[in-house]
Antibody
Framework: EVQLVESGGGLVKPGGSLRLSCAAS????????MNWVRQAPGKGLEWVSSISSSSSYIYYADSVKGRFTISRDNAKNSLYLQMNSLRAEDTAVYYC?????????????WGQGTMVTVSS | AIWMTQSPSLLSASTGDRVTISCRMSQGISSYLAWYQQKPGKAPELLIY???TLQSGVPSRFSGSGSGTDFTLTISCLQSEDFATYYCQQYYSFPPTFGGGTKVEIK
């Protein structure tokens, strides 16, 4: 079964750090670009970051640039998001999502999400 | 960035109704548009990509149309399991952007 499972969310104080992980299974992880998308409570979807299959291309939303770092370990079938200098407005459910097979594509597989709460 | 206007934000409908949701782009994106369905407490699910191609396993009552700047998602005969929030997304250029969402509720 094709699956993405996020972990690492939790409660953190403003200015703090958190590292999210996304474990992939059921497909050849190293062949796909991957993404992080977040959703603040009661709000819509916001793309956060993307990484190509070999990590050659990395993109960030302006709202997280310089604070978040996306990475992947193809040997471990895992995607990561290192989040530093966290702000209250980063509070959201964070989803990892797979790019479709055509590359630069719609997001065809999503994880269940992990909640990040930034509060003092 | 490409801005998207999704309408309506709330749609009240009954089972069996035909419903349409619109998504308008600030610039042309060819057919690089996707539609997602999200139910409360769940992750989004891909319904349609390339503006009109149904994702595997998605019921045929869902259809998408449009190209350039104007796109539509149609549900031909609304079922109980279709009450959810729907999002459009452009993946023509970075950053990929999502519409604000349309909540389809029971009338």
């Amino acid at each position: 079964e094709v699956q993405l499972v996020e972990s690492g969310g939790g409660l953190v104080k403003p200015g703090g750090s958190l590292r999210l992980s996304c474990a992939a299974s059921g497909f050849t992880f190293s062949s796909y670009s991957m993404n992080w998308v977040r959703q603040a409570p009661g709000k819509g979807l916001e793309w956060v970051s993307s990484i190509s299959s070999s990590s050659s291309y990395i993109y960030y939303a302006d709202s997280v640039k310089g604070r978040f770092t996306i990475s992947r370990d193809n040997a471990k079938n895992s995607l990561y998001l290192q989040m530093n200098s966290l702000r209250a407005e980063d509070t959201a459910v964070y989803y990892c999502a797979r790019d479709g097979p055509r590359g630069g594509d719609a997001f065809d597989i999503w994880g269940q999400g992990t909640m990040v709460t930034v509060s003092s | 960035a490409i801005w998207m206007t999704q309408s309506p934000s709330l749609l009240s409908a009954s089972t069996g109704d035909r419903v349409t949701i619109s998504c308008r782009m600030s610039q042309g994106i060819s057919s690089y548009l996707a539609w997602y369905q999200q139910k409360p407490g769940k992750a989004p699910e891909l319904l349609i990509y390339a503006a009109s191609t149904l994702q595997s396993g998605v019921p045929s009552r869902f259809s998408g149309s449009g190209s350039g700047t104007d796109f539509t998602l149609t549900i031909s005969c609304l079922q109980s399991e279709d009450f959810a929030t729907y999002y459009c997304q452009q993946y023509y250029s970075f950053p990929p952007t999502f519409g604000g969402g349309t909540k389809v509720e029971i009338k």
